[in-house]
């Protein structure tokens, strides 16, 4: 069940999650800041620590968003944005586990700069600073049991995988059938994808070398 802060923002900040975010651009406070803490780092660690911030910003400029709102009937808001994006952010996570050593400390790069992007985007929403603090903590909650949800569907079968996307993408809404359905060939499509890519691009170049996959739109007929 939402509590009453994550259900402010299924109300607040309309046409944020329709716009995708342009990290260099839109967000220059973002960008500045992660370079600034790359200052101190040099070689390997500093390019890890870069790509996860450019796999993250692939999801935050190439993922549509419009097929889940248009075609899943998603309400245009800010937790809409929040939960396709944790989808895909999770899809990267599940990739860079699979990398020895280093796949760790990516999987983390990749998790601090979309809480750095939602850290800038809330600010955009109504309501005081402590009350936005609050949402963003209640968010970082359901992104762990997301996680957990996803990574069960994963290792199940189509149903199962379909059940974590009802929970937690849809969050037990209405949705159609062909929507749900598609919704499981996109994450077993682009995880396959992900798994393609070689350890040592993925993690070093792994942002320059996604094409996500576009949600087909439901039938409906």
């Given at each position: 069940?939402?509590t009453?802060s994550?259900?402010?923002?299924?109300?607040?900040?309309?046409r944020i999650?329709?716009?995708?975010?342009k990290?260099?651009?839109?967000?220059?406070?973002l960008?500045?800041n992660f370079?600034?803490?790359?200052?101190?780092l040099t070689?390997?660690t500093?390019?890890?620590?870069?790509n996860g911030?450019?796999?993250?910003e692939s999801?935050?400029?190439?993922v549509n968003?419009?097929?889940?709102l248009?075609?899943?009937?998603?309400p245009d808001?800010?937790y809409?944005?929040?939960?396709?994006t944790e989808l895909h952010?999770?899809?990267l996570?599940?990739?860079?586990?699979?990398i020895?050593d280093d796949?760790?400390?990516?999987?983390?790069?990749?998790?601090?700069a979309?809480w750095?992007d939602?850290?800038?985007?809330?600010?955009?929403l109504?309501g005081?600073?402590s009350?936005?603090r609050?949402q963003?903590?209640?968010?970082?909650?359901?992104?762990?049991a997301?996680l957990?949800?996803?990574?069960?569907?994963?290792?199940?079968?189509?149903?199962?995988?379909?059940n974590a996307?009802?929970?937690t993408?849809?969050?037990?809404?209405?949705?159609?059938?062909?929507?749900?359905?598609a919704?499981?060939?996109?994450?077993?499509?682009?995880v396959q994808?992900?798994?393609?890519i070689d350890d040592e691009?993925f993690l070093?170049k792994?942002?320059?070398?996604?094409?996500?996959?576009?949600?087909p739109?439901p039938?409906?007929?």
């Amino acid at each position: 069940m939402l509590t009453n802060s994550v259900r402010l923002l299924l109300i607040s900040s309309k046409r944020i999650a329709g716009q995708r975010c342009k990290s260099t651009g839109n967000n220059p406070s973002l960008s500045n800041n992660f370079f600034k803490k790359l200052g101190f780092l040099t070689g390997k660690t500093a390019a890890v620590r870069l790509n996860g911030f450019v796999l993250y910003e692939s999801v935050a400029d190439k993922v549509n968003y419009s097929p889940f709102l248009k075609g899943c009937q998603m309400p245009d808001t800010f937790y809409s944005w929040f939960t396709v994006t944790e989808l895909h952010v999770w899809m990267l996570l599940v990739r860079a586990m699979d990398i020895p050593d280093d796949g760790r400390f990516l999987r983390n790069m990749i998790v601090e700069a979309m809480w750095n992007d939602v850290q800038t985007r809330s600010k955009k929403l109504e309501g005081t600073g402590s009350a936005r603090r609050e949402q963003v903590s209640e968010l970082g909650d359901q992104f762990t049991a997301a996680l957990l949800s996803y990574d069960e569907g994963l290792l199940g079968s189509d149903i199962d995988l379909a059940n974590a996307l009802w929970r937690t993408l849809f969050q037990k809404n209405d949705v159609h059938p062909h929507a749900l359905e598609a919704a499981v060939h996109l994450v077993r499509k682009q995880v396959q994808l992900l798994d393609e890519i070689d350890d040592e691009t993925f993690l070093l170049k792994g942002g320059k070398s996604i094409a996500w996959c576009e949600l087909p739109l439901p039938k409906t007929s």
